[in-house]
């Protein structure tokens, strides 16, 4: 009996492996791909395969996935971007940014980068970063940012980094910053009730 291995491939669209046509096949335990596109989402599989009864084992768990981004850097790695993002203004013109991360198949943060700038929305370089907020156990995060402006606009973004890369969301939100508050309660009324 001779084994060779088929190999598969989704195109590098991050869609699922294509099983209908290998890519290649290898007599070896080992296999390198013609350079891959970059930005692209790989995802490769692997079946076992007779060559003498033409049949392979079938299976679709062989797999493993490959992230290049436009710089052609493996980001593999990186986590999925927060969900569940808002902002609402507190006092002296502060916002509180709150988010939810739910962990899933994608590896998990390290932290968030949470950016607020006035004005357009964000381009979210490093300069626009206002607080870093460390990763922990539970799903409900949140920062207060201060500083900010009466009645100015500002958008708020939050992504999810470790020590692969940051994911690249741009969900933003908006608030207006009240420095102001509510105005203070005035001709309180009681009445006693039996």
């Known amino acids: 009996m001779s084994i060779q291995y088929r190999l598969y491939w989704n195109g590098g669209n991050g869609g699922p492996v294509d099983w209908t046509t290998p890519i290649a096949t290898v007599s070896g335990l080992s296999y390198s791909p013609p350079a891959l596109a970059t930005p692209s989402d790989n995802t490769f ?3 076992a395969y007779n060559t003498a009864t033409g049949l392979d084992d079938g299976s679709i768990d062989a797999t493993c996935r490959i992230v290049l981004d436009a710089a ?4 593999t790695g990186r986590p999925a971007a927060p969900t569940g993002l808002s902002a609402s203004p507190i006092k002296s013109g502060g916002i509180h940014v709150a ?7 994608q590896p998990l ?23 870093t907020v460390t990763y922990g156990s539970g799903r409900n995060f949140f920062a207060n940012i201060t ?3 009466d009645g100015t606009t500002y958008y708020v973004i939050v992504r999810a980094y470790n020590g692969t890369a940051e994911e690249p969301n ?13 105005l203070p ?8 009730t039996r």
Do not use: M
């Open 99 to 105: 988010w939810q991360f739910v962990p899933g198949g």
């Open 170 to 182: 741009t969900n933003a939100v908006t608030v207006v910053a009240d420095a102001a508050g509510p």
């Open 45 to 47: 599989g692997v079946r």
């Open 147 to 149: 500083g900010g402006l």
């Open 109 to 131: 943060p390290t932290g968030f980068h949470v950016y607020v700038k006035a004005g357009s929305p964000p381009a979210c370089t490093p300069g626009s970063q206002s607080e």
């Open 185 to 192: 309660v005035r001709n309180l009324v009681a009445t006693a």
């Open 72 to 75: 052609g850097n493996d980001i």
